[in-house]
Nanobody, 120 residues
Framework: QVQLVESGGGLVQPGGSLRLSCAAS????????MGWYRQAPGKERELVAF???????NYAESVKGRFTISRSNAKDTVYLQMNSLKFEDTAVYYC??????????????WGQGTQVTVSS
């Protein structure tokens, strides 16, 4: 049973920083990619950033230069360092892991989400 547990969310002022963590119950080597998504009230869930098993990263345009995704294989954890936070970054942030199965289908796993609120 794969579990992803996010932590690190909270209330922060504009311009502040937060670091989100996503701890997996299995080795993250088993995933082809892991990423962070977010969903603001009344909006669709959107990709924020992802990192592949090879270490390649990709970011949404809205967070480039402000957010950094990284991984610790030793801790089976993926991080999202968020700097220069803006009001529009307020959302529930979800961790996602993708695993390519032997039948070539992709299995997706989601965490329960962590709230990030940017407010003065």
């Amino acid at each position: 049973q794969v579990q992803l547990v996010e932590s690190g969310g909270g209330l922060v002022q504009p311009g502040g920083s937060l670091r989100l963590s996503c701890a997996a119950s299995v080795s993250i080597f088993s995933f082809n990619a892991m990423g962070w998504y977010r969903q603001a009230p009344g909006k669709e869930r959107e990709l924020v950033a992802f990192i592949t098993s090879g270490g390649s990263t990709n970011y949404a345009e809205s967070v480039k230069g402000r957010f950094t995704i990284s991984r610790s294989n030793a801790k089976d954890t993926v991080y999202l360092q968020m700097n220069s936070l803006k009001f529009e970054d307020t959302a529930v942030y979800y961790c996602k892991a993708d695993k390519l199965l032997s039948d070539r289908t992709m299995q997706n796993y989601w965490g329960q989400g962590t709230q990030v609120t940017v407010s003065s």
